[in-house]
């Protein structure tokens, strides 16, 4: 049995015993089926043949939840729900309706009813109805008794711990009425359990939340580019590359995006993606090692450039390093042959670079991206 | 800017443009082609910029940013006019100098000329550098006095005046006539006559026609066209417009390779003005005539440098080529009648028009007329783009201009039309260039790369790397080209790797003439050239590695190693530096070093590190290594 101080102390003033429950209805049978279900559940019942006495009873008796039939002589049920939450806010309302109309089901939500049952009902359902009342009666009732609560906690971890101390809250009156043990290390556990799984939850959701903002920002990226050509389908490739030069490499989102936007099928899309040499299907790392191939650095020494470069990125051509640092590329000819064989490393063109040249290139990349990332 | 409204106000415009830029004020013109700005040119205008306010001389001083100037080996280049001296490899540090010096007192820079390869002289003056004393520069020249972000500078040098001329007093079949009378051929490769595509497009029944700009320039080892459209873009937009009003197009495109960012940059630039002007748009000139232009970016495919997959890739298609039943000039773009010349040759037109047939003819042989731009890259001294009149020996090109193969090597062969042309041997250097005869001689004109390849070139590997090139870029469309390739590398691989078999080459010779037969396109149907020409030139190279397992230019893998001749070694210890394997190490209690057989990939790296006092590092065969140990 759950008592709340302020309910004893109700008890207390009007010398009656409080109930858990208030039942009103105008069957008699109604009302004695429902008392009988949920005093075997231990809970303490009272009932009331009308609105008025109904009422009276409540103010008396304080319960946490009450049980309207709708449709009633004199007062009817959404009269009574809307008077009772004017009464006292804590106390939670259930409505029984004849009739399983969506309207007046509708209409009592409205008011203030946490559920509405339909009859016959099953125990069972009155029984679950009735515990989530009376949860939430007593989560209204500790609001209204606790000092304006700490602000919503942003990360997962802060709400796990609010959970965790209302659970410590409901234990200690459960310990107070003096419960074994044993239950209140169970119920601690569970607790605990719970506010794990909503941490690591909500933890998830963020996660998700996060790739999801990513993914509408690159959505947003291609729709600023499709817009910028006029939605044209026979500008696919020239969509492709300035998104790409935007995003460094063309997700698959965004692949399909483009072709949804453009009417282009998708395979139409993947067949252009992967024809063209300058399109990257897979990310790419942050910088780009072009190596020329063509025929003028072929003769002055591309292979053995190609050698050094790739043992020393230790990546061959076509291939990123783990760290997605470095992407490796061949290129047919870059157009300066005069500076044979040549190797562009993002945006700088180096003419025939000794192994110490390179090494400082790459260290310089490096530590170029170290202070990026702590900051 | 006001626009354009009459032929009249183009030549008054540029009559204004003269008078302003007239008196005793000295240009600084520094080449921001790609080469130089490899080469940090751009630095060099910021100290350009810098010095010349802070010596109080930004009153007698005009600073340009220009295209290419050619002599891309050694940039990045300065030209200081009027007096023309010309600056080769200037860095930032010797800006200062320059100022005080040339453009305050007058007085050049010896150490910052051009020295003479034989005689040791410095040469003051751009047109008496060797290099370009033997070149006609028709279509370069204006790079160097046009800064391509410029209209202004296009027009002052006399641009856009062909297109005046042509609007008041051409009719669109003048235009034509005088193109076909100058007997222009497409610098793009095949050599086709100009003006029969132009009309056989400007005949083709429908109203809807299209020009194209070809700057797909996919050649390895060619940059003429990336070269033209970064430095002068506006004369291939004034080709562009006259050849679409000689043909009556409204629409036009500039199909460019992204790998060219400048270009595209620069082509976008000129278009906006060029509308902003008059000179695109509705009613240009006030003639009446209506065109645009769009550009369209390629993606890195060589292949779609092929007029029909050009077209399908403008189309937004995937770039492969199609069936040429019927030709692209009559049904092309959207299956409307369009034609496609490459850069080069659109950028002669305007010259055609200006000069007149009659005077482009006295230029050139009897069936080529003008002059083309050759890409003079490889083994030779002076790198960098080169235009010769057409006739002009290969020998002059490599010897009087290029000035010959570096280190003293021999001269092997040069490879010209890229992976569809081929090899001409060292024997047959004194071939003129032209169309025809260097079909004959089993190559071809190309766009115009020509690779110069010394000794210690080997003739097989580079049949193989064209082979491999052009396997990599097939499209796969037709049977015989996307498995006939593949055939031919995997015997290449097998020769070069010392696995050749005795009838290896007449294998060869046999994918050969079936890829000429039935692939789709040109890519396929060329691509034996390389393969072709080198047997034919070069037939005891493959025999001695099919026969004898020796690779005669020291240049394929698995047929070379390399040893360190003691007695020569300095033990400096480069060579262990800059190998990748780690592979050299110090002989233990000796003063030299040694190569670990089993760690050597036979990169070269060695080679090229070593001290040529000592020249330590010696190929030798296989066997022979493992003997030394």
Known sequence: MVLTDAARDAWAAAGEPPADVVVIDDERAMCDGCRQVLEAEGLRALTAPDGSRGLALVERARPHVVIVDLKMPGMSGTDVVARLSELDPSIVSIVITGYASVDSAVESMKIGALDFLTKPFEPEQLIQSVRRGMELSEARARVREAPPAAPPAEEGLADASQVALRGLEVLGQYYRLGLRRRDFVDELGRLEAEARFHAETLGRIKEKEQVLVEVIEDLRVADEVIASHAYRKSHLLQVLLDVQARLNWLPRHVLKWISRRLKVPLASVYTVGSFYEALNLEPRGQHLVELCTGTACHVRGAPRLQAMVSSLLGIEPGQTDLQQLFTLKTVHCMGCCALAPVVKIDDRYYSNPTKTQLEGIVESCKQEREPSCQG | ?629
């Open chain 2, 1 to 629: 800017m006001p626009r354009l409204r009459t032929p009249a106000d183009v030549n008054r415009l540029r009559g204004e443009l003269q008078a302003a830029r007239e008196g005793d004020r000295r240009c600084v013109s520094v080449c921001s082609g790609t080469g130089c700005l490899a080469y940090r040119s751009q630095d060099v205008v910021a100290a350009f910029e810098r010095e010349i306010a802070c010596q109080g001389l930004a009153e007698h001083v005009m600073l340009r940013r220009t295209g290419c100037y050619g002599f891309c080996e050694r940039g990045p280049i300065v030209v200081i006019q009027p007096e023309g001296i010309c600056y080769l490899g200037m860095r930032e540090q010797d800006v200062e100098e320059v100022v005080s010096e040339t453009l305050a007192n007058g007085r050049t820079v010896t150490r910052l000329l051009y020295e003479d390869l034989e005689s040791g002289q410095r040469i003051a003056r751009m047109e008496d550098i060797p290099f370009y004393r033997h070149q006609q520069r028709l279509l370069l020249a204006a790079n160097a006095a046009v800064d391509p972000r410029s209209i202004d500078d296009y027009i002052a040098a006399g641009g856009y005046a062909a297109l005046a001329k042509a609007l008041s007093a051409m009719r669109p079949e003048d235009v034509l006539r005088e193109v076909t009378d100058s007997k222009l051929r497409g610098r793009g490769g095949g050599g086709f006559p100009t003006g029969r595509k132009w009309r056989t497009t400007r005949d083709a029944p429908d109203d809807v026609k299209y020009v194209v700009v070809n700057a797909d320039e996919g050649d390895p080892g060619a940059y003429m066209d990336r070269s033209i459209l970064e430095g002068n873009p506006h004369s291939v937009l004034e080709g562009l417009v006259l050849g679409a009003y000689a043909i009556g197009a409204h629409e036009g495109y500039v199909y460019v390779r992204q790998e060219y960012p400048l270009a595209v940059r620069n082509t976008l630039r000129a278009l906006e003005q060029a509308r902003e002007y008059g000179l695109l748009g509705r009613d240009i000139l006030g003639s009446g005539f209506a065109f645009d232009v769009h550009v369209h970016r390629g993606a890195g495919a060589f292949v779609s440098g092929e007029s029909s997959a050009l077209m399908a890739a403008i189309e937004g298609k995937v770039g492969e080529p199609r069936p040429k039943y019927i030709h692209t000039a009559v049904k092309g773009l959207w299956d409307k009648p369009t034609c496609l010349n490459n850069v080069e040759t659109w950028a002669n037109v305007p010259l055609i028009v200006s000069g007149g047939a009659a005077w482009f003819c006295g230029m050139g042989t009897a069936e080529s007329k003008g002059t083309k731009i050759f890409s003079l890259v490889g083994k030779v001294n002076n790198t960098g783009l080169v235009e010769v009149p057409m006739g002009m020996t290969l020998r002059q090109i490599v010897y009087d201009i290029g000035g010959g193969v570096p280190k003293g090597r021999g001269l092997k062969a040069v490879q010209t039309g890229g992976p569809s042309g081929g090899v001409i041997p060292a024997s047959m250097l004194d071939l003129p260039v032209d169309f025809d005869a260097l079909s004959e001689a089993g190559s071809m004109m190309g766009s115009g790369g020509l690779i110069v390849m010394d000794e210690d070139t080997c003739m097989v590997d580079t049949a193989r790397y064209y082979v491999d090139f052009l396997a990599h870029e097939s499209c796969g469309k037709c049977v015989p080209c996307r498995e006939g390739l593949y055939q031919m590398l995997g015997i290449l691989d097998r020769i070069t790797a010392g696995e050749g078999r005795d009838g290896d080459v007449e294998l060869l010779e046999e994918v050969c003439d079936l890829l000429e037969v039935a692939a789709l396109c040109a890519l396929g149907k060329t691509a034996p050239n390389p393969v072709r020409s080198t047997i034919r030139h070069f037939r005891d190279e493959y025999d001695a590695h099919i026969l004898e397992r020796r690779c005669p230019a020291g240049v394929c893998k698995n047929l070379i190693a390399y040893t360190i001749d003691r007695e020569a070694c300095l033990a400096c210890g480069a060579c262990a530096k800059n190998c990748p394997t780690g592979a050299i190490t110090r002989a233990p209690y000796n003063d030299h070093y040694v190569i670990d057989q089993d760690k050597c990939t036979r990169c070269g790296c060695c080679v090229e590190v070593c001290p040529p006092k000592a020249r330590a590092i010696v190929k030798v065969a296989p066997e022979a290594a493992r003997q030394t140990l």
